[in-house]
């Protein structure tokens, strides 16, 4: 199903030319391009950002609260170099897993803009990563 939802949101910017499809839920919408851990090949997925300070910004990898981590995850775990496209632009980023200093802080702004994720972390026994996007040196 979020594949498909995923699906649907692009097709729409695109028919849009681009006008639409930069927000859901109140929250900017990015689409993130990952190198494929295993095929090496470019894999662009659309997500949101519910936390954004200056140039950096945050995802989630929640997978709406699904036991196993979403492939985007993956991949950006193992190679941090990441291209981002908001509607202001293309530009490389660099990945870094929240660590658990950086996640205790963050956690509580993400929730409080956006409580669908507190509804996710209570849905898995894992712990829902947050994601920082830097831009690349």
Same mark, same amino acid.
């Given at each position: 199903?979020? !594949?498909?939802?995923?699906?649907?949101?692009?097709?729409?910017?695109?028919? +849009?030319?681009?006008?639409? /499809?930069?927000?859901?839920? #109140?929250?900017?919408?990015?689409?993130?391009? *990952? &190198? /494929?851990?295993?095929?090496? !090949?470019?894999? &662009?997925?659309?997500?949101?950002?519910? =936390?954004?300070?200056?140039? &950096?910004? @945050?995802?989630? @990898? +929640? %997978?709406? /609260?699904?036991?196993?981590?979403?492939? =985007?995850?993956?991949?950006?775990?193992? #190679?941090?170099?990441?291209?981002?496209?908001?509607?202001? /632009?293309? !530009?490389?980023? *660099?990945?870094?897993?929240?660590?658990?200093?950086? %996640?205790?802080?963050? =956690?509580?702004?993400?929730? @409080?803009?956006?409580?669908? $994720?507190?509804? $996710?972390? +209570?849905? *898995?026994?894992?712990?829902?990563?947050?994601?920082?996007? !830097?831009? @690349? #040196?």
């Amino acid at each position: 199903m979020l !594949k498909t939802m995923n699906n649907i949101h692009g097709a729409m910017k695109m028919l +849009s030319g681009g006008r639409m /499809g930069w927000t859901a839920a #109140n929250m900017p919408v990015l689409e993130l391009t *990952t &190198t /494929g851990r295993k095929s090496g !090949k470019a894999r &662009t997925v659309q997500l949101t950002s519910p =936390w954004q300070e200056g140039d &950096t910004m @945050a995802i989630i @990898a +929640s %997978r709406g /609260g699904d036991d196993t981590h979403p492939a =985007w995850f993956l991949n950006l775990r193992d #190679n941090p170099s990441v291209r981002v496209k908001t509607k202001d /632009g293309d !530009k490389a980023m *660099t990945a870094h897993v929240a660590s658990a200093d950086e %996640r205790a802080d963050l =956690w509580p702004q993400v929730i @409080a803009s956006n409580p669908r $994720y507190a509804e $996710y972390q +209570s849905k *898995t026994d894992r712990e829902i990563p947050v994601v920082l996007l !830097k831009p @690349a #040196n």
